[in-house]
């Protein structure tokens, strides 16, 4: 974030001493003015929203620009910079400060974000807007390539990587064009997805998590001991390969379990892909040795089977299971799966299914 900002900072200073009001911000019908203090005010909001760890709404208030003492007159220019940094800088605190677990209010499109997903689009904010205003201006801007890097793997996981990672934000935003991909006119950015269960979560993971994860780091989450189990690596290894084909779709990814009471992950489900065309997809899971014997991975499967079979595009669910794994046959029958096969496939697994 704090990068981010110093790169803003240094583009509104070249050029501070112009008129801002009077210059359109690139694409956008807003003044290079309006545009700088729409930077700070998103900012602050972002900072709001985890700090006051708001659920339901945005927290009512909103930022204004004075420039004497009196509060009459607009700030200038430089006044308008120091405001972008100081806010920045409050965000870049309650960003380090806040809890890992805590989610607050957002509206797109799932309505909360984690700390990394409002770390993304405040990134998000920051970059796009100085291009604007850099565009207005007719000045070079290009950011370090791990920002708009860190804003693709974390709020468009829906959007194919491209050959360039600020270029493809451009294009994903309606800002610029990439070979071989219609305009954009119409853009959301896209939070991770969490399923509520009565124990656990089941907490969407982003291309950027799913990578670190099948390199064999921690995605982000603090697990059990042992945890995470091999599948949920091979998982997120199937889900960067789909994400770097263009053909992952974020809601029929990898979920992580998030135990309630601690926090910490317990295990791995999620699907093979999105569903066919007659509405059938595949779904796997497992968990942290530490973490079985608890009922966890029931609640989990049960709880996105749930969910799963409430969209318009599912109809059925299935999974194979080897003979000798006699604990998840148990799991997939308690979550009402039925076996439709013994022999199913070149390894003859076990084959279930649930429909809606």
């Not at 670190?212 to 199937?238: C, H, I, K, Q």
């Not at 926090?263 to 899971?285: K, N, Q, S, W």
Request: glycine share 12%; charged share 25%; with cysteine.
């Amino acid at each position: 974030m704090e990068e981010a900002v110093a790169g803003c900072a240094d583009v509104l200073r070249a050029v501070v001493d112009r008129d801002w009001e009077q210059v359109g911000a690139g694409r956008l019908e807003w003044s290079c003015q309006k545009t700088a203090a729409h930077i700070a005010s998103d900012l602050l909001a972002y900072a709001g929203q985890l700090a006051g760890r708001a659920q339901d709404a945005y927290v009512p208030f909103e930022i204004t620009l004075d420039g004497t003492e009196d509060g009459l007159d607009r700030a200038d220019n430089a006044g308008v910079v120091q405001v972008v940094e100081t806010t920045g800088a409050l965000f870049a605190a309650t960003l380090r400060t806040t809890p890992r677990e805590v989610r607050a209010f957002h509206p797109f499109p799932f309505r909360s974000a984690d700390r990394a997903g409002f770390a993304a689009m405040g990134i998000a904010e920051v970059l796009l807007h100085t291009h604007d205003i850099a565009e207005g201006m007719d000045l070079p801007y290009e950011p370090p390539a791990h920002l708009p890097e860190y804003v693709l793997t974390r709020i468009f996981p829906h959007v194919p990587p491209g050959p360039d990672h600020w270029r493809t934000l451009l294009w994903a935003t309606g800002r610029g064009e990439l070979p071989g991909r219609a305009p954009v006119t119409a853009w959301r950015w896209n939070n991770n997805l969490v399923v509520p269960a009565d124990r656990v979560g089941l907490q969407g993971v982003t291309p950027a998590a799913a990578a670190d994860l099948s390199a064999g780091g921690d995605g982000g989450f603090e697990w059990v001991g042992d945890g995470p189990y091999e599948g949920t690596r091979e998982a997120a290894g199937m889900m960067v390969k789909a994400y770097e084909a263009g053909v992952h779709r974020p809601e029929f990814g990898l979920f992580v379990v998030v135990r309630h009471e601690d926090g910490r992950a317990v295990g791995g489900l999620g699907f093979h892909g999105a569903p066919d065309e007659d509405g059938r997809t595949e779904i796997g899971y497992d968990l942290a040795e530490a973490a079985r014997g608890n009922g966890y991975a029931t609640e989990a499967l049960r709880t996105l089977a749930e969910w799963a079979l409430a969209r318009d595009d599912v109809t059925t669910l299935f999974a194979t299971i080897e003979h000798d794994n006699s604990p998840s046959q148990a799991v997939i029958s308690r979550a009402g799966f039925v076996q439709v096969s013994e022999d199913y496939g070149d390894e003859g697994l076990l084959a279930y299914e649930l429909r809606g």
